[in-house]
């Protein structure tokens, strides 16, 4: 159990809220000012000749979203800086939010600092570097092994891709010195729901050569505006020197309570004064919000003193083609589709990200768990371990004000690539893993005792039994029915550690299956990357979820479809399990959480958006799923009521003949006497065989597959029935490699091996027949993350075979690795008579198995 209790700080008795707040807005009062200066300035990587002219936030790594090698090394910006003057008594500094991984900043030529990570925000003093007339020079590295990320499920793109600021204050000032924070930290020693109390902390610096006597006031408004009081501490602070503050209010009686269903914000303006003058120095204001929370392994997670089920998801922050470098719109735009959906959490994964992101969350409501990227494994690398924990330092005082945020992480799949425990490497990893695990710990507890602390595990006991349940909360990466097992094995796993551990809180903080648009499927299955399969899989995942009083609450993995570079599957470069694409637009399984998590609106979506076309096969009726929150749906095609049908697991099925054509779909529920209607419009083609003209079968596949390019639709395979088509021999077979030379990946990625052979019963007649099919006899290398759907990398024998069609040799000793084009995508058409009312297609081994991926049959 985590629980915040007043015993921790001030009164034994009444439970503490989680230190709170936040948003930082820049203030322009006094002589503080802060600016971007993302524009005008110039990049290029080390071997170029030239610069190209780019704004910020920019990254250089355009390149991850066509190759699984995208370019990891320094690259270098710089940027002319005129200053119409240089006063004395003020201080200059450039604040970065973010370069990735590591910076290091000159000014006119001399190195005025650096910084090491990725995610964090930096400030560099440039004070007794600057004149009028400046040139600013940053170079970045993502290529440090020293600095985490080494090893992750994302790519880790290089740049500096958040804002620049050129801040200037005067010389007694707020720190500016404190691991890229502005040197003010809210928290809210005792909050209840009688009254609660604020108190401000901090550090003043005095860099003029006097001593000087200042006075800090902080002034507490109500969500209205009203002030309600002002705390006013003096210090003396010799010259050269930083002292640090701390002021607590009074009781501040029946408080506005944070939730995400009402984010009430207080507003504090901490102002420094100069007490001998009354002059204004400097001055900052931050939002803060009263609530209080707690992790239990019995009853689940509690906000406010009411059970709460968490539920939200995880956030990757890229988007095709910016990458990383996003606009402060497009992170605010991303809370806000997660709050339609009815998400109250979110997990900031797996790093910290941008402050307009957190400023949302604390805006609009969603609590936060938010963590350092240290994934995969612990390398035994000098300098990681401490820049490890400055990171986890910064990410902690810098979004320490953030309301929203409840938990801290700093460990994700740790154990996912390290050594077997048989082998001799094990013991040394287990030690420095344990022993990291360990410090960070302590160092989060020290920062702030205030929040949980978390890590995520994956699917091994082992987190527990080598002592890294240190934690306060466990989350667990669970993906049984994907990539490991069944679907069931999903409720097994979490009731069998809740009977070994009960008192443990726990959280799901990874659950998904992928899905690519153009695969359909009505059997679908995992792995298959069907649209239908997802939907079954979330289907079955979240009522569990929902109904399970001891899970504290889950988030899914992804809110988007977002960049791999290193992944490879039905969409190269991409992991596909998002809940919206990577343009956000929603999948149809959106409003199944939508459906689940809304009741405050009644909720109706038709889920055929995902479909490019529906095929409708002789004597087979279609089912049309409604996701919906209301008791009962009614469809009606066309125009004419078809039915109507009781919803369950938030879902009504029509089962329905569809008119070939368009056919208009229109769905209405009602929700405590308030109506919702949804309409979509769905293309109905006929199924299609040889005889019509062109017949196209996606061999070894479950799916249709849907060309984006051609808009072509692939049937999925199936055994031979007199008068149709469909395989006499051969067995199914898949793989995850990227296939090379092609858009269509899916369709080389199933296939039927061994002596094949598959007829087509079709009117005598000229015809075009091509063959598809790609040689991946040598896997590529693949991700960890896979599990039991990785491919080994062992080298096969080559293949070799001859194709026959209608019993006639079209290729002879025949591979389509021919030339060392394994994993390359291989097309050929043949030009054929058919004057026996079929058409056959068979290989015949010479040596190893030969496989056929795809088979169209166009009539002349």
Excluded at 344 to 358: E, G, K
Excluded at 445 to 467: H, W
Excluded at 469 to 492: C, I, K, Q, S, T
Excluded at 608 to 615: E, H, K, T
């Amino acid at each position: 159990m985590f629980r915040l209790n007043q015993s921790q700080l001030l009164s034994p008795r009444i439970w503490l809220a989680a230190t709170l707040t936040l948003c930082c807005i820049p203030a322009m009062t006094g002589q503080r000012t802060e600016k971007t200066i993302n524009d005008g300035w110039e990049f290029r990587l080390p071997d170029a000749q030239s610069w190209q002219h780019v704004n910020l936030p920019h990254t250089y790594n355009h390149d991850a979203y066509s190759t699984r090698d995208y370019y990891r090394g320094k690259a270098h910006y710089r940027r002319r800086l005129a200053m119409d003057s240089v006063t004395p008594g003020m201080r200059y500094y450039l604040k970065c939010d973010a370069a990735s991984k590591s910076a290091v900043i000159k000014v006119n030529g001399r190195e005025a600092g650096s910084h090491n990570g990725g995610y964090s925000a930096f400030i560099t003093d440039i004070t007794d570097f600057v004149g009028t007339n400046n040139l600013i020079e940053v170079t970045v590295d993502n290529d440090r092994p020293d600095i985490t990320p080494i090893s992750a499920d994302f790519t880790f793109w290089g740049g500096i891709y958040r804002d620049v600021w050129l801040v200037t204050v005067p010389d007694r000032h707020f720190a500016m010195n404190d691991y890229g924070s502005d040197g003010i930290f809210i928290s809210t020693p005792e909050v209840c729901d009688d009254f609660a109390t604020v108190q401000v902390r901090g550090k003043v610096s005095n860099d003029s050569r006097a001593d000087a006597t200042l006075e800090v006031r902080s002034e507490i408004s109500d969500p209205a505006g009203k002030l309600l009081q002002t705390l006013t501490q003096k210090k003396k602070v010799k010259a050269g020197e930083t002292a640090e503050f701390t002021t607590l209010s009074r009781k501040i009686d029946s408080p506005a309570l944070w939730s995400p269903e009402s984010p009430s914000l207080y507003t504090v303006k901490t102002t420094l004064v100069d007490a001998k003058t009354g002059s204004i120095l400097d001055s900052r204001t931050h939002r803060t919000g009263f609530r209080w929370f707690e992790f239990d392994g019995h009853k689940g997670f509690s906000l406010n003193g009411k059970p709460y089920k968490l539920r939200g998801v995880n956030r990757h922050q890229d988007q095709w083609p910016s990458g990383v470098a996003l606009a402060d719109e497009a992170h605010r735009r991303d809370v806000r589709l997660m709050k339609d959906i009815g998400c109250n959490f979110i997990r900031i994964s797996h790093y910290p990200q941008d402050d307009a992101l957190l400023e949302a969350c604390d805006r609009l409501g969603l609590l936060a768990w938010e963590e350092i990227p240290i994934v995969n494994i612990v390398p035994d690398t000098p300098g990681y371990d401490d820049n490890c924990e400055v990171n986890l330092i910064e990410m902690i005082r810098q979004h320490y004000n953030h309301t929203s945020i409840i938990a801290w992480g700093y460990m994700n799949e740790i154990l996912l690539t390290a050594p077997n425990v048989t082998d001799p490497k094990w013991p040394a990893c287990r030690e420095r893993t344990v022993k990291l695990a360990q410090r960070l710990e302590k160092k989060l507890k020290d920062e702030d005792p205030s929040r949980a602390s978390v890590m995520a595990f994956n699917m091994t006991n082992l987190y527990n039994e080598i002592g890294l349940d240190l934690e306060d909360v466990a989350g667990w990466n669970l993906y049984h029915g994907w990539y490991v097992g069944e679907l069931d094995g999903f409720n097994r796993w979490c009731e069998d550690q809740h009977t070994r551990y009960p008192d443990h809180p726990i959280i799901i903080s990874e659950w998904g299956a992928g899905s690519d648009r153009r695969l359909h499927s009505d059997r679908s299955k995992a792995f298959d990357f069907s649209i239908e399969y997802q939907q079954r899989y979330i289907e079955h995942y979240l009522p569990f979820i929902e109904n399970t009083e001891w899970i504290n609450g889950s988030t899914y993995w992804n809110f988007i479809d977002f960049n791999v570079a290193a992944r490879q599957e039905s969409m190269p470069r991409v992991n596909n399990k998002g809940l919206f694409y990577n343009d956000r637009t929603p999948k149809d399984v959106a409003y199944y959480f939508k459906s689940m998590w809304r009741d405050d609106i009644p909720v109706v979506h038709i889920a055929v958006r995902d479909m490019p076309a529906y095929i409708a096969e002789p004597g087979r009726s279609a089912t049309i799923k409604v996701y919906a929150n209301t008791p009962e749906v009614t469809l009606r095609v066309n125009g004419a009521e078809v039915a109507t049908e009781k919803t369950d697991n938030r879902q009504a099925l029509f089962n329905i003949n569809l008119p070939e054509g368009t056919a208009v779909l229109t769905a209405k529920g009602t929700l405590d006497g308030v109506k919702a209607t949804d309409a979509a419009t769905l293309d109905v083609l006929s199924m299609p065989e040889a005889a019509s003209g062109e017949l196209a079968v996606n061999l070894g596949s479950n799916c249709y597959f849907t060309s984006d390019v051609t808009g072509l639709t692939w049937l999925p395979d199936r055994p031979y029935t007199p008068g149709a088509w469909g395989y006499t021999s051969g067995e199914e077979r898949s793989t995850t490699s990227e296939i090379a030379g092609t858009v269509d990946g899916p369709l080389y990625q199933t296939w039927r091996q061994g002596p094949v052979a598959y007829r087509i019963d079709a009117p005598e007649g000229r015809y075009e027949v091509e063959l598809l099919m790609a040689d991946v006899t040598r896997p590529a290398r693949q991700l960890a993350n896979l599990l039991d759907k990785a491919e080994s990398e062992q080298s096969s024998d080559d293949t070799r075979f001859d194709i026959l069609i209608d019993d006639n040799p079209v290729e002879t000793d025949f591979s389509p690795a021919d030339g060392g084009r394994y994993r390359t995508a291989f097309k050929r058409r043949y030009i054929i008579d058919n004057n026996k009312g079929c058409i056959s297609v068979s290989l015949r081994p010479i040596k190893g198995n030969p496989a056929i991926a795809a088979i169209k049959v166009r009539k002349l």
